[in-house]
């Protein structure tokens, strides 16, 4: 058995409208070589200037992550041949990073750690090679693109550990609207650091595991690698400290070079860039950028609300999908309910119907602040149901309308004949008609009645009242159908 060290190498894309040291524009998916200038290709004699945007969001995102940032930082030059960065190092940080000695709790998932961040520290990013066959092509679009990177100290021990603080990460920074998250895209990306050695004996030999674009790759290629170095401790062989890649397709990881050390890349001051000492209206800026994280908000929902783990943290995944909720929640208050029945009502219509709806239309959650069922709309249509003047059948046709007709719930359910019939009197006789045509159903209700076969009994007395409001157009109460269907059998009424 041995001890597991996992830390990780998180690169962010940030949302800056610019590069990070000249004014081409950052953007994912535009033509090859068309967002460049001589600074991010490194022509002699150009100079950079920092993106101040780029290191606001930066500080932000460490702040977050509990992250001093320091009295001055500054930029060094990282030597290294890059086949795709044609100045041949790249600007980043080593000696004063952004953020340091931060930390992070991860939950989820029965895990729950404390997970120390080194540092973040903000760099440039290299451009992008596409291989066909023998040939290697180069976009430089990518170069200069604002780059954060995220270093942990190894404080996980599992591939599950590494992939939960990743997906939170990413919740993170979507949160707070620095980095769009897309790991397809390559905005989000991880490098992974994993050695095992005898327990009590401290780090062993260091491989990484280089460029995992998804958090899935990431447990996978983490726990691989775990088990291939306990297999080679175990047949006596020695660990090469490497850098690894994941092959997807064989789900294992192979070799890619030798593992380089800080002092191969022979950093030095960059001589263009002057420190960055942040004053206190910057840093005012960045405390104001702060919000309400993911897991904080779903306890609070918890807590607030009455919802279960599942609903809160499904709920708290996407930022734009938790203000929906609570701007939902506050308008059904507005309306008269009382607060956690709303509040565990339009959860449960949030999860099941409208998450179905946005599927299916192929609606970005990020983007639910932009359709026709508004919050109000939605507390409207919760209102409608919790004061029976409408059916759940009913409230489920009323949202494929909403969306469909850009019209209030209320003035569709009135259109479209869609009140609740809460009369007993004309509830009354839409079961004893049922109860004329369903002879034989009425009959085997008794029987199981008689052999107290509960679950046949609930079965056919639900058919009846399905009966029965499919014979009143799905607009009888169910529970005032089903009292008077149980006074029937248990009155000895025939």
């Known amino acids: 058995m041995y001890q597991t060290f996992i830390g990780l190498e998180v690169h962010i894309h ?24 001589p600074v991010c290709m490194g022509y002699p004699g150009v100079m950079p200037a920092l993106n101040i945007e780029a290191m606001r969001m930066g500080c932000l995102v460490a702040r977050a992550l509990n992250c001093r940032i320091p009295e001055k930082t500054w930029f060094e030059r990282k030597q290294y041949f890059y086949p795709d960065m044609t100045k041949n190092y790249q600007i980043s940080q080593f000696a004063s990073p952004l953020g ?17 961040i080194r540092e973040c520290h903000l760099e440039e990013d290299a451009g992008k ?9 180069l976009d430089y679009n990518r170069a200069g693109v604002s780059l954060l990177e995220i270093v942990t100290d190894p404080d996980m021990e599992s591939g599950e550990e590494a992939e939960l603080f990743v997906q939170q990460l990413r919740r993170t920074v979507r949160y707070l609207g620095v980095c769009d998250g897309n790991m397809e895209e390559g905005s989000l990306r991880a490098d992974a650091n994993v050695s095992i050695n005898i327990p009590g004996k401290g780090l062993g030999k260091k491989v990484e595991i280089k460029n995992l674009n998804s958090s899935r790759f990431i447990k996978l290629g983490l726990n691989y690698e775990i088990k291939r170095q306990a297999a080679m401790l175990d047949a006596g062989k020695t660990i090469i400290q490497e850098t690894r890649l994941w092959n997807e397709n064989r789900d294992e990881t192979a070799p890619m070079r030798t593992k380089e050390n800080a002092q191969d890349y022979r950093y030095f001051p960059e001589p263009d860039l002057p420190v960055f000492a942040p004053d206190a209206e910057f840093l005012r800026s960045v405390e104001a950028g702060l919000v309400e994280l993911p897991l904080p908000r779903a306890t609070r929902l918890k807590a607030e609300y009455g919802l279960n783990d599942e609903q809160s ?23 008269g309910l009382e607060q956690k029945d709303a509040a565990v009502r339009i959860a449960n219509r949030l999860l099941s119907d409208i998450k179905h709806i946005l599927s299916r239309d192929k609606i970005d959650p990020a983007n639910i602040g932009a359709i026709k069922l508004t919050p109000r709309r939605l507390a409207e249509l919760t209102a409608l149901i919790a004061r029976g003047n409408t059916s759940n059948k009913n409230a489920k046709q009323t949202l494929e309308v909403v969306f469909s007709e850009d019209k209030d719930p209320a003035v569709i359910v009135k259109e479209r004949g869609w009140e609740q019939i809460n009369d007993p009197a004309v509830i009354s006789a839409a079961v004893k008609d049922v109860w004329d045509v369903e002879a034989e159903t009425v009959a085997a209700v008794r029987a199981a009645i008689e052999a107290g076969n509960q679950k046949k009994l609930k079965s ?21 159908a089903g009292q008077q269907i149980d006074a029937l059998l248990y009155g000895g009424r025939s």
């Open 313 to 335: 943290g499904l709920i708290c995944d996407e930022k734009a999908v938790a203000d929906y909720y609570e701007s939902t929640v506050s308008a059904a208050c507005e309306l």
């Open 100 to 116: 340091q000695e931060g930390w992070v709790n991860i939950e989820g998932g029965g895990i729950s750690r404390k997970v120390r």
């Open 14 to 37: 940030l949302l800056t409208k610019t590069k990070v040291f000249c004014g081409c524009r950052s953007a994912f998916g535009d033509e090859p070589n068309t967002n460049i200038c």
């Open 460 to 480: 056919l007395t639900a058919y009846l009242v399905g009966k029965t409001l499919e014979r009143t157009g799905g607009r009888a109460a169910p529970e005032i």
């Open 129 to 137: 090679m596409i291989h066909t066959g023998a040939v290697s092509l």
